[in-house]
């Protein structure tokens, strides 16, 4: 080890040499070229100076457009060889002269300039406080060209200059600190690959995370430019803590029912014998596949005040949608297939060894699953009723529509930052949602960590034991089944859409909408397939390999690792669009109007759900069966692709699945970052929507629909099942 750290030491040091070298050869080299430009562009421009002074406040204000921000000080000749000022862009050049002329450095100027030399001030000057400026001294010849007439003082910006000398040292340090990262860990490290797994996740949560939450933060302390308390003073005020519990009790009862929704169709579809289940699978999906805004607009139109079932079916009045109550059923319906697709691959992957020898012993079937299945498939209902709290929390769509006189702070936020333009406001109101969040969380996984729910020990088995009797059979398939004929009902009301000039308006049937939708959303489709197809593949990846690291490893900054992971799925998906706005529209990451951003975001947006599944699913694996294959000769990259990775397939699927759906219905952090080059097929669906035009919107969303079903097809192909998860019933 000693060996090993001096050798550390010793690449450091070299490396260091080589770095400032090339570093100060850089920034000499520029200090050069950007000192001869801009004596060029200055003395250029000091020959357009006019030879009538009644000119010179003309040529002054033009000045500022020619070099970007320059002020400057025309200077005349006196008889006895003394100069004055004749003219200045503002008082405080003027006022820098009179302070100064007699200075070292004025004389040096003023010597030089008499001998028609021009003079660069060795220094940058401040007016006021202010930037720092670059000054130069030009003479003025008269017209025969040969003879003095007077000078010209001016005053260039450097700020750009500085900046690309900070950006020029910074990425020194930065390739300083990366060469002994990587050095570090190939030489201390067991075993490098984790190694530089674990840095690789805590530079992308520290840049794609930590960073624009902190320039978010930040803003919160900002008013008018200076550091202030009156942002969050507003803010913690009673109409805010009112939202607040608004958002944290619409989140435990949707979170709670969804949880209880997702159990049962994951208990139907994966232990029963049940037909009919990839149908049900398939539709039970449905609701995270559309915008959730058209899954409201559907149930508005079904069962709002004016709805096509409650009034003009039923003929019900004064029966309405709006509140809780509205919110809580559109809640569940578009967000229980996330538990559903969480606890489907962890009922999948359990072992019913277990659940046999109960039976064997003559355990009833419900005491069976009440003693062994339930606690076995605990930590992935606290993971699905997590990941649907924190997605109720950030929701902002449906509440918009249906809140009524219903307060969420997902939506004060999002009227906050749009309707008042006040980003500070919305950023303070959004921070408000981290503690329930972190309090869900950390509760969760106070639990997780007491318990041990180890059931793949070695070879997987292939038998589930069917511990639904037929009474309890027949009652879940009805319940399935009419949960199912709800999200057929609704988004039959959107396929419908498509063939009426505007639902809810004019019913007469017509096919225009599909050619005018097509042509006037190809570029969106486009962009939105290339963006989701970009992302859904890193984030797939990038979610296992989080997971096995949070699960299997140990290493200092677990904990805020694993947090910082998390938090994306907490933060309104507002806030998340702003933050990286303010932080990427700048050096050294100024991707804003990329595709790249919108990428990005996609895969730190959805990698909560890919880490929870994933580490629901290793939770159930006996590391054993890991540390055999290393001692075989193994090392961690054969591990993880050749027996963790199938192991854990369901989850990675999930994860690949849930990351391209959403991508494909991505709404809240999008519409800040869409350009007119990458346009979202959801942005232009809820203008569609937003202008009465359903007809349209009504299109589009079939079209979102079978692409995602489309995806689903083809991924189930691409990650191939080696039968490692493969189960089969037995009675």
């Not at 070879?459 to 199912?484: D, G, H, Y």
């Not at 942005?683 to 969303?701: K, M, P, T």
């Not at 079939?702 to 080696?722: C, E, S």
Request: hydrophobic letters at 50%.
């Amino acid at each position: 080890m000693k060996k090993n750290i001096l050798k550390l030491l010793v690449a450091a040091l070299v490396f260091s040499g080589c770095d400032v070298w090339i570093t100060v050869s850089l920034l000499k080299s520029f200090r050069s070229y950007n000192a001869d430009q801009t004596l060029a562009e200055v003395t250029l421009c000091v020959q357009t100076i006019p030879k009538d002074p009644a000119y010179y406040e003309d040529w002054l204000s033009a000045l500022p457009e020619r070099i970007g921000g320059s002020m400057a000080l025309i200077l005349g000749l006196a008889e006895d060889w003394t100069f004055y000022p004749a003219a200045a862009s503002n008082p405080a050049v003027r006022q820098y002269w009179e302070d100064e002329q007699g200075s070292e450095l004025f004389q040096k100027a003023q010597e030089s300039v008499y001998y028609l030399v021009p003079y660069t001030a060795a220094h940058t000057i401040r007016l006021g406080g202010g930037e720092a400026l670059q000054a130069y001294f030009l003479p003025i010849l008269d017209d025969s060209g040969f003879d003095l007439s007077g000078a010209v003082m001016i005053l260039v910006q450097t700020a750009q200059a500085l900046q690309f000398e900070r950006l020029l040292t910074n990425l020194a340090l930065a390739a300083w600190v990366l060469f002994v990262t990587i050095m570090g860990v190939a030489l201390l490290s067991r075993d490098p690959i984790t190694g530089y797994s674990v840095i690789g996740l805590l530079f992308i949560a520290g840049v794609f995370i930590a960073y624009p939450l902190f320039e978010a933060f930040r803003l919160s302390f900002i008013d008018a430019g200076r550091f202030s308390l009156a942002i969050w003073q507003r803010t913690l005020s009673a109409e805010s803590l009112t939202a607040l519990w608004g958002s944290i009790k619409l989140g435990v009862i949707t979170a709670s029912v969804s949880t209880v929704i997702g159990f049962i169709f994951a208990f139907f579809t994966e232990r029963t014998g049940a037909r009919g289940k990839k149908i049900i699978g398939t539709l039970a999906t449905m609701p995270v596949i559309s915008p959730p805004f058209s899954l409201t607009l559907s149930i508005i139109l079904l069962f709002g005040n004016n709805g096509l079932i409650t009034h003009r079916l039923l003929g019900l009045d004064g029966v309405s949608i709006y509140g809780l109550g509205g919110l809580v059923l559109v809640q569940t319906i578009s967000m229980f297939p996330i538990a559903y697709m969480t606890l489907s691959s962890v009922l999948r992957s359990l072992d019913s060894t277990i659940e046999d020898a109960a039976l064997d012993l003559c355990a009833s079937r419900l005491r069976t699953f009440c003693t062994i299945t339930l606690p076995l498939a605990l930590p992935g209902l606290l993971s699905a009723w997590l990941l649907v709290f924190t997605t109720s929390l950030s929701d902002f769509a449906n509440p918009l529509l249906l809140a009524g006189s219903y307060r969420v702070l997902s939506v004060e936020t999002y009227i906050e930052v749009t309707g008042r333009s006040n980003l500070g406001g919305g950023a303070a109101l959004s921070l408000l949602l981290l503690m329930p969040t972190l309090t869900a969380f950390f509760a969760q996984r106070y639990w997780v960590n007491k318990k041990s729910v180890v059931t793949i020990t070695g070879k997987p088995n292939t038998q589930l034991a069917e511990l639904a009797t037929k009474p309890v059979r027949i009652a879940l398939s009805v319940f399935v089944w009419a949960c199912i004929a709800l999200i057929v009902a609704l988004y039959s009301t959107i396929v419908a859409g498509c063939f009426v000039k505007n639902w809810g308006i004019d019913y007469t049937f017509t096919l225009s909408n599909i050619s005018e939708a097509l042509s006037r959303g190809r570029q969106a489709i486009t962009s939105t397939v290339i963006l989701a197809a970009a992302a859904t593949p890193i984030a797939g990846l990038l979610a296992m390999i989080a997971a096995v690291i949070i699960v299997r490893r140990s290493f200092f900054g677990k904990k805020l690792l694993e947090v910082l992971l998390m938090t994306p799925f907490a933060v309104p998906g507002t806030l998340l669009g702003i933050a990286y706005i303010l932080a990427f529209n700048k050096p050294p990451l100024l991707i804003v109007g990329t595709a790249a951003i919108i990428v990005i975001n996609f895969v730190i947006r959805e990698l909560p759900v890919g880490l929870e599944t994933g580490a629901a699913s290793l939770r159930q694996i006996d590391p054993a069966i890991e540390e055999a294959a290393q001692d075989l000769g193994a090392d961690s990259s054969k591990v993880f692709t050749s027996v963790v990775l199938p192991l854990i397939r369901p989850a990675f699927l999930t994860s690949m699945s849930y990351t391209f759906v959403r991508s494909m219905t991505a709404v809240s952090a999008v519409i800040f970052l869409i350009s007119a080059h990458w346009y979202h097929l959801t942005i232009q669906i809820y203008n569609f929507s937003e202008n009465l035009r359903f007809g349209l919107a009504s299109v589009l969303s079939t079209v979102l629909i079978i692409i995602v079903l489309a995806a689903f097809a083809v991924m189930q192909r691409a990650v191939k099942d080696k039968g490692l998860t493969a189960k089969h019933l037995s009675r």
